[in-house]
């Protein structure tokens, strides 16, 4: 069976240090893959979404990037964290014919002091 | 903007029992409308979905119609077990952001 694994659970930063979350998937080979971000009291938006190793489509401009070294490992950075980067963070995956997440990850609640 | 209103719970109902769980929405364009589920211990999963008003999304013995008339995408299923015990949530994609509702959760007793 298929499982997604995101690491880590919750995280604290300060301002202006850099980030690395990362998410595998398991069980499954070229799944499209998708990093959300929930913010206080908004819905889940889309930030990045893979269909294949390397190819990274960026939904909203922003302060983060990410990548996709591996098949089933996608991995959002930033270099500088900002205030504004606080939230909750999920990642997820499809089957490659699907163009919506099928499965989420457990989520990173991420604070920045 | 684009938002989602779920009937709350908790919902208790007993093996085999009829299912509804009331899912209405707001939204500017023709928004996907899905259902998660999230059963205990793992994550949210998508259970079905329709993408275009009068779509019916089935899985699992649940289906759920896009109503664009009244603006709904009520969950059922027509005799439930056991092992559907689970939260819900109705939720809608849309200008590149995924709306949930609060999410119900379903109990059910042999």
């Known amino acids: 069976s298929q499982t997604i694994h995101q690491w880590p659970a919750t995280l604290v930063q300060p301002v202006g240090s850099p980030l690395s979350l990362e998410c595998t998937v398991e069980?499954?080979?070229?799944?499209?893959l998708y990093w959300y971000r929930q913010a206080a009291g908004r819905g889940l938006q889309l930030l990045f979404y893979?269909?294949?190793?390397?190819?990274i489509s960026s939904e909203v401009p922003q302060n983060l990037s990410a990548s996709r070294p591996q098949d089933r490992q996608f991995i959002l950075s930033s270099k500088k964290l900002l205030l504004s980067d606080s939230g909750f963070y999920l990642c997820?995956?499809?089957?490659?014919?699907?163009?919506?997440?099928?499965?989420f990850g457990d989520g990173t609640r991420l604070s920045i002091l | 903007g684009n938002s989602v209103t779920q009937m709350e719970g908790p919902v208790t109902l007993s093996e085999e029992a009829f299912l509804t769980i009331n899912c209405t929405y707001t939204?500017?364009?023709?928004?996907?409308l899905f259902w998660y589920v999230q059963y205990p211990g793992e994550g949210l999963q998508l259970l079905l979905k329709?993408?275009?008003?009068?779509d019916k999304g089935s899985n699992k013995g649940f289906e759920a119609t896009y109503r664009k008339e009244t603006t709904s995408f009520h969950l059922e299923k027509g005799s439930v077990q056991v092992s559907d015990s689970a939260v819900y949530f109705c939720?809608?994609?849309?200008?590149?952001?995924?709306?949930f509702g609060a999410g119900t959760r379903l109990t059910v007793k042999p």
């Open positions: 997820a995956w499809s089957v490659y014919w699907e163009r919506q997440p099928q499965h």
């Open positions: 939720a809608l994609s849309g200008n590149n952001d995924m709306r």
């Open positions: 329709a993408t275009k008003a009068d």
């Open positions: 893979s269909v294949g190793i390397g190819q």
């Open positions: 069980g499954t080979s070229n799944p499209n």
């Open positions: 939204a500017t364009g023709y928004p996907s």
